[in-house]
Nanobody, 120 residues
Framework: QVQLVESGGGLVQPGGSLRLSCAAS????????MGWYRQGPGKQRELVAT???????NYADSAKVRFTISRDTVKNTVYLQMNSLKSEDTAVYFC??????????????WGQGIQVTVSS
């Protein structure tokens, strides 16, 4: 009932930038928080950044300074601006959206993941 469409990934040179987008659609009452997680080769999934409906943000230490998370409440879309990318940022990035359905029940939806590769 809640679909997430991710875009903006790809191949970029070290020091370059990418902007990930994740648009939520379907049937739901509200969104409480949106965020990005990633899983690099041979690593477990980790939090990158989250943003609440009130605009409060939370970043992993590795994402601070270089990354910025934002959201468009009208479009139900979350963005992740990634600057000064490093090879260690190479991973599959997953969008996450948590909120409430019209029934009042909570939901926690995940995107299928989008590849980000930082390489020269």
């Amino acid at each position: 009932q809640v679909q997430l469409v991710e875009s903006g990934g790809g191949l970029v040179q070290p020091g370059g930038s990418l902007r990930l987008s994740c648009a939520a659609s379907g049937s739901f009452l509200s969104i409480g928080a949106m965020g990005w997680y990633r899983q690099g080769p041979g690593k477990q999934r980790e939090l990158v950044a989250t943003i609440t409906s009130g605009g409060q943000t939370n970043y992993a230490d590795s994402a601070k300074v270089r990354f910025t998370i934002s959201r468009d409440t009208v479009k139900n879309t979350v963005y992740l601006q990634m600057n000064s990318l490093k090879s260690e940022d190479t991973a599959v990035y997953f969008c996450n959206v948590a909120g409430r359905r019209w029934s009042g029940h909570f939901f926690d939806s995940w995107g299928q993941g989008i590849q980000v590769t930082v390489s020269s």
